[in-house]
Structure formats: structure tokens, C-alpha cells
């Protein structure tokens, strides 16, 4: 377990680098400049900002400080939305902020998808099977952007409406409920979709067959046999997805004005703050990477059959 705790360690840092070095040289091979706005600024101004943040030197150059200045821990400071502030103390101010959103969407999602693909799998062929698998179709196929605007023209087009259509914490729960239902959706349906599949797959396995053969009533064949080989591949799917929810729905955070971290990385790209872009992105990469290790242990806790070996997955 130790050697497979460092393996996964030491490619982490790799991928990461990677990560650092590819969204670099995509991101300083658009043509533009952070400090193109509507009055444009002097040659000479143009040339003192770029020579405070370094951005006068060779892009390798840059390269290489900004890969030093991340293996100390320095992600740079904000070039435009918040000049001269800290990146990292941005992240920290929008991730709690995007991160409760995501919790609540993929508490749903889970609580709501899981039940619904048993639902589906135990009723294979009969109606109501056909009927989830609709809905759950197209579910996956709508992009979130219109779920956003189909929720706030059906639940928050007027003054008289319960939800608010702009986010505000200090109305409370009311207003989590439009974004984590739009954020929600996607993962949902497709959660309900694995879970069937999944499902019909195990109630299959001749394990099932002796459980029933010994009598055992079909609640305890589904929820204590069959479900828990069922779960694995939708682990295999919140790992990522898990990462990407909590770190901000970029879409519906922008649609419901939540000031969280999704929407401040379009924000970001649409400013060219290059230094806040480099930083979301590498934060989204380091956090898909802890939660796809997380789901190899999860794997070991679903199903004690599997072994993770020191030398592989």
C-alpha cells in the first residue's frame, strides 16, 4: 500500500507539471494581452506592467519561474480581476463557496439516482422502467445551461417567486435550491443510468441466483448482494465528477450569479488574467487527481476482493 501510495504520489506531481506547462504555452498562444480594455494604455505603461509581472521575458522563461514558484507553493497574484491579490487567497475565498453548492447537488444526484436505477433495473421491461430511462435520457443529453434558464423562467420569472434567480447567502436555503437542482441534473440522471446497467449486470451473477435459490426476500438479494458490485462503476464515475461539481458549475454559476469559483474562471479567461487562470486549472487538476485516488481506496471498501497492487492499478 505504501509503494502504490508514492506511485500514485510521484505521478501526480508529473501530471500536474504537465497540466502547468500545457495550459501555459495554450494560454500565451492567443493572441491579446491582459491589458487590452476599451482605453487602451500607453506604449510605456504597456511596457512597465509587463516588465513588473515578468511578462516581458521569454516564454520559456516564464515557464520555468512559474513551475518554481508552484513547487513553493506561490500560484502567482491576480493580474486584472483582483490586481496584486494572492491567487491562492482567491481560490480559498470562492471554493467553500462553489464547493457547498456541489455538495448539495451531488447529495441529491446520489440520493435520488442510485434508488431510481435499482428502481429501474428490479422493473426491466415493464413501464415504469421505460418511463426512467426517458426521463434519465434526457436528462444526459440536456445541457445545463438550458436546465438554468428552463428553471428560471418556470420557478423564478416573477416577483411572487419562492426562489430567488440571484444568488444570495443570506437568504438561505432558497437560494441553493435552483443551482444545486440545475448543477444536480446531469449527475443524476447519469448516476441513474450506471446504476441500472450496473444492476442488471449483477442480478445475473450466479451469487444472486444461489442468494435466492436460499430464500433470501428480494429486498436483502438487491440492497445487501447485488447493489454493493453495482456501485463501483458509479464510484468510478463521482471520482471526477466530484472534483469538477465542488469546484463550480461554471455555466450555472454564471447563469445564477454565484460568486463562486466556476464563475470566476470564465471571469478570469474572459480578462486574460493569466495568473488566475493557471491557478483554477491546476486546482481542478490537483483535486480530479485526489479524488480519482480517493476512488481507488472507496473501491477496496465497496468490494474486499479487490486488491490494489504496488505495482499497478
Same mark, same amino acid.
Not at 279 to 293: R, S
Given at each position: 500500500?505504501?509503494?502504490?501510495?508514492?506511485?500514485?504520489?510521484?505521478?501526480?506531481?508529473?501530471?500536474?507539471?504537465?497540466?502547468?506547462?500545457?495550459?501555459?504555452?495554450?494560454?500565451?498562444?492567443?493572441?491579446?494581452?491582459?491589458?487590452?480594455?476599451?482605453?487602451?494604455?500607453?506604449?510605456?505603461?504597456?511596457?512597465?506592467?509587463?516588465?513588473?509581472?515578468? +511578462?516581458?521575458?521569454? %516564454?520559456?522563461?516564464?515557464?520555468?519561474?512559474?513551475?518554481?514558484? @508552484?513547487? *513553493?507553493?506561490? =500560484? #502567482? $497574484?491576480?493580474?486584472?480581476?483582483?490586481?496584486?491579490?494572492?491567487?491562492?487567497?482567491?481560490?480559498?475565498?470562492?471554493?467553500?463557496?462553489?464547493?457547498?453548492?456541489?455538495?448539495?447537488?451531488?447529495?441529491?444526484?446520489?440520493?435520488?439516482?442510485?434508488?431510481?436505477?435499482?428502481?429501474?433495473?428490479?422493473?426491466?421491461?415493464?413501464?415504469?422502467?421505460?418511463?426512467?430511462?426517458?426521463?434519465?435520457?434526457?436528462?444526459?443529453?440536456?445541457?445545463?445551461?438550458?436546465?438554468?434558464?428552463? +428553471?428560471?423562467?418556470? %420557478?423564478?420569472?416573477?416577483?411572487?417567486?419562492?426562489?430567488?434567480? @440571484?444568488? *444570495?447567502?443570506? =437568504? #438561505? $436555503?432558497?437560494?441553493?435550491?435552483?443551482?444545486?437542482?440545475?448543477?444536480?441534473?446531469?449527475?443524476?440522471?447519469?448516476?441513474?443510468?450506471?446504476?441500472?446497467?450496473?444492476?442488471?449486470?449483477?442480478?445475473?451473477?450466479?451469487?444472486?441466483?444461489?442468494?435466492?435459490?436460499?430464500?433470501?426476500?428480494?429486498?436483502?438479494?438487491?440492497?445487501?448482494?447485488?447493489?454493493?458490485?453495482?456501485?463501483?462503476?458509479?464510484?468510478?464515475?463521482?471520482?471526477?465528477?466530484?472534483?469538477?461539481?465542488?469546484?463550480?458549475?461554471?455555466?450555472?454559476?454564471?447563469?445564477?450569479?454565484?460568486?463562486?469559483?466556476?464563475?470566476?474562471?470564465?471571469?478570469?479567461?474572459?480578462?486574460?488574467?493569466?495568473?488566475?487562470?493557471?491557478?483554477?486549472?491546476?486546482?481542478?487538476?490537483?483535486?480530479?487527481?485526489?479524488?480519482?485516488?480517493?476512488?481507488?481506496?472507496?473501491?477496496?471498501?465497496?468490494?474486499?476482493?479487490?486488491?490494489?497492487?504496488?505495482?499497478?492499478?
Amino acid at each position: 500500500m505504501a509503494k502504490y501510495t508514492l506511485k500514485r504520489l510521484i505521478m501526480a506531481i508529473l501530471t500536474l507539471l504537465l497540466v502547468a506547462c500545457l495550459t501555459f504555452l495554450l494560454m500565451n498562444s492567443i493572441p491579446g494581452s491582459p491589458w487590452v480594455s476599451e482605453k487602451a494604455p500607453s506604449q510605456a505603461t504597456l511596457d512597465a506592467l509587463n516588465a513588473k509581472y515578468g +511578462l516581458d521575458k521569454p %516564454l520559456i522563461v516564464q515557464l520555468g519561474k512559474y513551475l518554481e514558484n @508552484i513547487l *513553493k507553493g506561490d =500560484l #502567482g $497574484v491576480s493580474l486584472k480581476m483582483q490586481q496584486n491579490r494572492p491567487v491562492l487567497d482567491i481560490i480559498k475565498e470562492m471554493f467553500p463557496v462553489s464547493a457547498k453548492i456541489g455538495v448539495f447537488a451531488l447529495l441529491w444526484a446520489i440520493l435520488v439516482g442510485v434508488p431510481l436505477g435499482c428502481l429501474a433495473a428490479y422493473n426491466r421491461g415493464k413501464w415504469l422502467d421505460s418511463l426512467l430511462r426517458i426521463i434519465c435520457t434526457i436528462g444526459v443529453s440536456m445541457p445545463s445551461f438550458v436546465v438554468a434558464s428552463l +428553471l428560471l423562467t418556470g %420557478l423564478g420569472g416573477n416577483d411572487q417567486s419562492m426562489f430567488p434567480t @440571484i444568488f *444570495k447567502a443570506s =437568504l #438561505g $436555503v432558497k437560494s441553493y435550491v435552483l443551482p444545486c437542482f440545475a448543477l444536480g441534473v446531469y449527475p443524476m440522471c447519469y448516476i441513474s443510468r450506471q446504476a441500472r446497467s450496473a444492476m442488471l449486470d449483477s442480478l445475473g451473477q450466479d451469487y444472486i441466483k444461489t442468494a435466492r435459490a436460499k430464500g433470501l426476500k428480494n429486498t436483502a438479494v438487491i440492497f445487501k448482494h447485488a447493489l454493493r458490485n453495482a456501485l463501483i462503476p458509479v464510484i468510478t464515475y463521482l471520482g471526477p465528477q466530484i472534483a469538477f461539481v465542488l469546484c463550480g458549475g461554471f455555466v450555472v454559476e454564471s447563469v445564477f450569479s454565484v460568486p463562486g469559483l466556476g464563475r470566476y474562471f470564465v471571469q478570469s479567461i474572459l480578462n486574460r488574467d493569466y495568473p488566475l487562470i493557471m491557478g483554477t486549472t491546476i486546482f481542478l487538476a490537483a483535486f480530479i487527481i485526489l479524488m480519482n485516488f480517493v476512488v481507488d481506496i472507496l473501491y477496496k471498501v465497496v468490494d474486499p476482493r479487490i486488491t490494489l497492487e504496488e505495482g499497478g492499478n
